[in-house]
């Protein structure tokens, strides 16, 4: 067991884990963001989604050996991003959610993807949540609140994000 | 079993790693695979070769030949990269197929390459991939299909693919045909090129592979293709020589058939239409839809056309952030982990269990067995026949029979691993025709028939001897998932005062506290049961789950533990929906008037009874859904087998039974010559007549009006494709049709079961309005529900009310979240406690005012003039209650039942709630598989409480239904799983749903009708599956009668035709 440094939410920390401990438990029962969630284990439900050095991954999938020297953000973290505000803004108002268990996984994908993407569109905001299972809304809510902050990220909220080229949130 | 450590390398360069290549060990590069095959009991390697920091191993170039991919490149550049797309759209399209975008970012090209089943195969063979390796003698280069064609080396490690551009004037296709749209194991992949010169095919590569086909080139077909003229290319004998040719495994889930069809139509189609690319996706769930407008009084249920009533539910903004701190997100200092030991194998007697060896792990806290029950080791709501912990026999796989809770989950692995269980092996039966046979082995003492029911009215025999047209049909039901995303789990612990804390998701805590109570061995009182919030249900956490492992664990330790069931042992563990045999005649004379029907319903109940007793009752009850007929028979029957547990699951048998009543009423239409609406029209119960069993109903019957709305759909003829990008046009590969159901679902537990419920409005010393309920929040909107009833109730603003729910120590007893009896209890309890409630705050205002109560009323936010609309107030809630003292701040209890017809003959629905259902479907020629294009739901269920929770229902219920229909099936062999988890259990995902979906509601009430608002929960799935059903029906010629539907059945329909 020897110690993995990566840094989680622009905090540098280091770790004693087993190499193979996935990075879901890390989250969770490490550092007890639990924002975080699992749902399947093996990759297939998005439950788990966080950002590893500006992509979306899913965290049950990434041991702790694949996060030397890493960035990750989990959900507790989003909020750094003004690209993530303005998609958990556009979701809260159109009720996207019901139980909320698949919901910080969608918020993780959908703003890696407007942050990678500020122009994306329907289409790729469907490519974009492949990965990730919503087993209450029928999914239709969620297209509504990710349609609605592509609309707004479009029509100029660029300024508002203060995410300049929105690789790095500037506060980082 | 506890993982077990491996030791990671990083090796500097190939040549370093190739050297570490010895004994038990492994490369990996983004290792997405890993965690799947340990899943599937694959074992661990000592170490792991990790190709990550070896330079020169990612990257995209352009070289003489072509383009030179790293075999380090995670599929999601092949996916973006414009060099691809310009080079080789056909390998850009295949990566887009593989896993989801996620997983794209950490899997890698030669990770698909490596393990030799992947995706990309078929496009890297039919684009002459050559693979750069390095191997024993250094550095090589060979051809894809070389390579696939000897045995692996394991000392080769691979480099780079290198792709030559091919001609930009060839032709070509890729599809990976899945069990579902997107994300989806592959059934089987095919990739084809087809270079011309002056309209010759100068050379021709065609492809399969994929999952469990062997990737390979059809070098003879080939062959035989170039030097023909493309124009002159016989197609259909083309497909015929290529089914003769690929070579394709059975599976479980399609047949090897299938797989040569599917993959013979996908390359001719493919090749015959493309002048360059096949659209690789179409978009599915549009929003930006051909809107079709409301028919007042429904309305159709949005924000945009709802404004007003549109409220951002209270719990929305802690789940969207991820705030929300579900029951088993709890993590605390000293809290063990707990864990179950499963029996995994389907039926035997337990010959001894020792647990001495798992105590004596280090880091174990206790193991607890069923010699730990105090009380009755015996559960389940409607008979308990479930033990807590077998002690004698173990009779499904996921049966319990230990669990062990330690300082950690890995320490409480190894603890499990440790415990010794001696099984004697007992015979097994899994049908539950075999079940019911004198030969089968008996499951219980009492036999396999859990339940018989019979019901019959009039004179079966005379109306089919009078009748004009018979359907007889056999239907069939899978047995479906919950799904709920957040596993069952939660926390428990023994307080200071000696009260058992059990927190866990659920449905009805005070139910679970009684069966628990029941289990333990000890009083209620001293038992407190949190059931919510919980990360979804839909009857799947009705029933006890891991309440009282964890109950044990915890008072035997006397620690607080946690504990949430993995997938793979929800899925074994967890309920299921019945599957259900249900052979249905039905008569009409010849005008389409229905006459006779008979009805025999088999039901699988799996090992223990659960709700099966109820939900065979609520089929039964539904068999003629809402029409009339004169003479009829059923009979019902529950089995017993050695497969999972089944029980509620939203609809509670009647949906299953709406599939085969509303799919004979158009088997009659057409015999009749009727629409589907004419046929219902002639056959709608009459307002206030007596229900299905004779019983008396409920006012406010809407059943005229829904199917109404369905006949003046737009759907019928394509008028909602309006939006001109021509998709669901019948374009050749696809088959375009419209179809209906109507629904009509009853509400609440019935007649003859004890259904209290309650409630209690309370002013807290911080001013706000306490709204207990011991209901729970599952996702369903309880808490903006609770808000919306109260308010409206009250007069104050919906800010003003504090939901407190789903807790035995916080609010009263307000009976089952199911049976859609939420709502309508939520409406009544504030109805009934509201004016009491008002009078109380009015008159303590009154005092304090010095005015006259009669002259106050409440306002949003406090007291205002009863006489002023200002909006002004004269005292807010939360003076008046700093004001007041404690005991004198109002609190207003109520109890009642949920309102119940007459009837004891049998159990009788009195609610009912309406609905029609109007579908459009596309059904591939290519892969018979259905895509959804449009869904209309009609719904009547009285005054909507919240317009967001309640379009939020129905959506969620035709999705649900959607995959009950098209994709979900958790398959048994031999009384275990074969879809353990998301992998090959196929949830509908984003790619699945229905491209646009309509939700309207018609919500006034008769005069004179006080029951409020009706059940939503259930009212958005009923429907669904007959009215897919039915709109294949009308496309392809063939209406499907088993779920979810056979794709290869849709084709060999669609190729049976004239």
């Not at chain 2, 050379?203 to 030097?227: D, F, H, K, N, Y």
């Not at chain 2, 969207?320 to 499963?342: F, K, N, P």
């Not at chain 2, 259900?580 to 699988?604: C, F, H, K, N, W």
Request: hydrophobic share 45%; with cysteine; glycine share 12%.
């Amino acid at each position: 067991m020897s110690p993995v440094a990566f840094r989680l939410d622009g905090e540098a920390l280091s770790i004693a884990v087993p190499a193979e401990t996935r990075l879901s438990e890390i989250l969770r029962d490490r550092c007890l963001r639990t924002a975080t969630k699992v749902a399947c284990g093996i990759g297939r439900c998005g439950a788990c989604t966080v950002m590893m050095n500006g992509e979306a991954v899913n965290a049950c999938l990434v041991m702790a050996w694949q996060i030397e020297g890493a960035e990750i953000v989990s959900p507790e973290g989003l909020d750094a991003f003004g690209t993530a505000r303005i998609v958990k803004a556009a979701l809260i108002a159109e009720n996207a959610f019901q139980c909320g268990y698949c919901a910080p996984g969608i918020v993780m994908a959908l703003t890696a993807l407007f942050l990678s993407h500020r122009q994306a569109g329907e289409a790729e905001i469907l490519s974009a949540l492949e990965g990730n299972l919503c087993r209450c809304t029928g999914y239709h809510s969620i297209l509504r609140g990710a349609l609605a902050a592509a609309n707004r990220l479009r029509d100029g909220a660029a300024g508002e994000t203060g995410d300049p080229h929105d690789a790095n949130p500037s506060s980082l | 079993m506890a993982p077990l450590s491996f030791d990671v390398l990083h090796p500097a360069s190939v040549r370093e790693a190739r050297d570490m290549l010895q004994g038990d060990a492994r490369l990996v590069a983004g290792g997405t695979a890993l965690q799947l095959e340990w899943a599937r009991g694959l074992p661990r390697p000592a170490r792991l070769i990790d190709l990550g920091r070896i330079p020169g191993l990612k990257g995209i170039t352009e070289d003489a030949g072509g383009l030179r991919i790293g075999a380090l490149s995670p599929l999601a550049r092949l996916a973006d990269s414009a060099r691809v797309a310009q080079h080789l759209p056909l390998l850009q399209a295949a990566a887009r197929s593989v896993a989801g975008p996620a997983v794209r970012n950490l899997a890698t090209l030669g990770g698909n390459i490596a393990g030799r089943t992947g995706c990309l195969l078929p496009a890297l063979l039919a684009l002459d991939a050559v693979l750069e390796m390095t191997g024993r003698d250094g550095h090589f280069r060979e051809p894809l299909s070389d390579w696939l064609a000897r045995p692996a080396d394991p000392t080769e490690v691979l480099k780079a693919v290198h792709l030559p551009v091919p001609d930009a004037q060839s032709r070509w296709t890729q599809r990976k045909i899945g069990l579902r749209a997107a994300f989806t194991p592959s059934v089987i992949g095919i990739a084809g090129r087809l270079a011309c010169r002056d309209g010759t095919i100068v050379s021709a590569r065609l492809a399969v592979g994929g999952g469990l086909v062997v990737p390979c080139r059809l070098s003879a077909i080939e062959r035989q293709l170039v030097g023909q003229e493309v124009a002159g290319v016989d197609w259909p004998a083309l497909r015929t020589a290529l089914i003769a040719a690929i070579d394709a495994p059975d599976d479980a889930f399609r047949s090897a058939r299938y797989r040569r069809m599917v993959a013979a139509n996908a390359l001719v189609r493919g090749l015959q239409d493309a002048g360059g690319a096949r659209a690789a996706e179409r978009p599915p769930g549009r929003s930006a839809q051909a809107d079709t407008p409301a028919t007042p009084p429904e309305i159709r249920l949005s924000r945009s056309e709802q404004a007003s009533r549109w409220h951002v539910r209270p719990d929305m903004d802690p789940k969207v952030s991820g705030m929300l701190s579900y029951l088993t997100d709890r993590r605390e200092a000293g809290m063990l982990v707990g864990r179950i030991l499963r029996a995994g194998r389907p039926h035997a007697r337990i010959l001894s269990i020792d647990t001495r060896a798992a105590e004596a792990l280090p880091g174990v806290a206790v193991v607890v067995t069923h010699r730990d029950i105090g009380g009755e080791n015996a559960f389940g709501i409607v008979v308990q026949d479930q033990p807590a912990f077998c002690f004698d026999r173990v009779r499904h796989a996921g049966d319990p029979v230990a669990a062990v809770a330690a300082v950690d989950a890995a320490t409480a692995e190894a603890a499990l691993a440790l415990i010794r269980v001696d099984y004697e092996d007992l015979p097994i039966v899994t049908d539950p025709e075999e079940a019911l046979s004198d030969t089968a082995p008996a499951i219980h003492a009492g036999g396999n028939l859990q339940r018989i029911l019979h019901f019959s009215r009039g004179d079966v025999a005379a109306g089919f001897a009078a009748a004009a047209h018979v359907v007889e049909r056999r239907y069939e039901t899978s047995r479906q998932m919950h799904g709920f995303m957040e596993t069952e789990g939660g926390f428990a612990r023994v307080e200071p005062d000696g009260t058992l804390a059990v927190f866990v998701g659920g449905q009805h805590g005070a139910r679970d506290r009684l069966q628990l109570a029941r289990i333990l061995g000890r009083a209620e009182d001293t038992i407190r049961v949190v059931t919510s919030p919980t990360g979804g249900a839909f009857g799947g956490k009705d029933e006890l789950t891991v309440q009282p492992a964890l109950a044990l664990l915890a008072i035997t330790s006397g620690r607080p533990v946690r504990l949430q069931l993995s997938r793979a042992e929800s899925v074994a563990a967890g309920i299921k929906r019945h599957p259900m045999i249900i052979r249905m005649r039905t008569a009409s004379d010849a005008a389409g008037r229905l006459i006779a029907q008979e009805v025999d319903l088999l039901a699988d109940a799996g090992a223990y009874a659960s709700l099966g007793p109820g939900v065979l009752e609520t089929a039964l009850e539904h068999v003629a859904g809402p029409y009339v007929i004169p003479h009829v028979s059923t009979r019902g029957r529950l089995a017993y087998t050695n497969n999972g547990v089944c029980g509620a699951f939203r609809g509670f048998g009647a949906n299953q039974m709406t599939y085969a009543i509303e799919c004979q009423m158009d088997a009659l239409a057409d015999l009749c010559g009727l629409t589907p609406v004419e046929i219902r029209r002639r056959n709608l119960r009459a307002k206030g007549s007596p229900g299905f069993l004779g019983q008396t109903v409920a006012p406010s019957e809407r059943l005229t009006d829904m199917l109404e709305a369905a006949a003046a759909s737009p759907l019928w003829d394509g008028r909602a494709d309006d939006d001109g990008d021509g998709d669901g046009d019948d374009d050749g590969e696809e088959m375009i049709g419209t179809g209906m159901a109507l629904n009509y679902q009853g509400n609440g537990l019935g007649s003859l079961v004890p259904d209290p419920a309650g409630g209690r409005l309370r002013l807290r010393a911080d001013g706000r309005i306490e709204a207990a309920y011991g209901l729970d929040e599952m996702g369903q909107g309880l808490l903006a529900s609770i808000q919306a009833a109260v308010s409206a109730e009250l007069g104050c603003a919906r800010d003003d009310i504090l939901p407190v729910i789903g807790d035995t120590a916080l609010a009263p007893d307000s009976g089952s979240t199911s049976a859609s009896r939420g709502g309508h209890v939520v409406w009544r309890a504030a109805r009934l406690a509201g004016p009491d409630f008002s009078a109380r705050l009015t008159d303590a205002a009154a005092g304090l005012l010095g005015r006259p109560a009669d002259g106050l009323k409440l306002a949003p936010g406090g007291i205002a003039d009863r006489r002023s609309n200002s909006g002004r107030l004269l005292l807010r809630f939360c003076d008046l209650a700093e004001a007041l003292a404690p005991d004198a701040r109002p609190s207003v209890t109520v109890a009642f039942d949920f309102p119940k017809t007459d009837h004891t003959a049998g159990n009788a629905r009195y609610i009912f709630a309406f609905g029609a259902c109007i579908v459009r479907v596309a059904v591939s020629r290519v892969t018979g598989m259905v895509r959804v294009l449009d869904i209309h739901q009609h719904t009547a269920a009285g005054p909507v409480l919240d317009v967001a929770a309640y379009l939020g229902q129905m959506e969620g219920g035709a999705i649900q239904g959607l995959g009950f229909t098209l994709t979900e099936h958790a398959r048994m062999a031999d009384g275990a799983y074969l879809t353990a988890n998301l992998d090959t259990y196929m949830l509908p995902g984003i790619r699945d749903t229905a491209r646009r979906l309509s939700v309207f509601a018609l919500e006034g009430l008769d005069d004179g009708d006080g029951l409020g608002p009706r059940g939503a929960g259930e009212l958005g799935i009923g429907a669904i599956t007959p009215a897919i059903a039915n709109a294949v029906g009308r496309a392809i010629g063939h209406t499907p009668l088993s779920l979810p539907f056979c794709p290869e059945a849709l084709l060999d329909a669609i190729g049976a035709r004239p």
